[in-house]
Nanobody, 125 residues
Framework: QVQLVESGGGSVQAGGSLRLSCAAS????????MGWFRQAPGKEREGVAG???????MYADSMKGRFTISKDNAKNTLYLQMNSLTPEDTAMYYC???????????????????WGQGTQVTVSS
């Protein structure tokens, strides 16, 4: 069973930065697609960024240039570096994964069967 544990959330002022981490366990091999999603109160869950086994990445338009997704395969850890944060980035951030995956082309939450418990990010103005 794949387990995902997020960390790194917190409170930051607008313009600040945070780095989220997601430790993954319970799977073998490197064919895993991973992603970050977020959900703000009263809003639907939205895709933030994704990374494929070949290292290719994808971002939601509003995150391009501000957020960077990366993965340390030796540590089985996914990261999300978030810069230039705004109050609109306030949300619960979730790590998601799909194993036996070669490549995903879009950030669709239904395509990821495994989810972490989430980590809260709060940006104040």
């Amino acid at each position: 069973q794949v387990q995902l544990v997020e960390s790194g959330g917190g409170s930051v002022q607008a313009g600040g930065s945070l780095r989220l981490s997601c430790a993954a366990s319970g799977y073998a091999g490197s064919s895993i697609c991973m992603g970050w999603f977020r959900q703000a109160p009263g809003k639907e869950r939205e895709g933030v960024a994704g990374i494929n086994p070949d290292g290719s990445t994808m971002y939601a338009d509003s995150m391009k240039g501000r957020f960077t997704i990366s993965k340390d395969n030796a540590k089985n850890t996914l990261y999300l570096q978030m810069n230039s944060l705004t109050p609109e980035d306030t949300a619960m951030y979730y790590c998601a994964a799909r194993v036996r995956c070669s490549r995903l082309s879009r950030l669709v939450s239904d395509w990821y069967p495994y989810w972490g418990q989430g980590t809260q990010v709060t940006v104040s103005s």
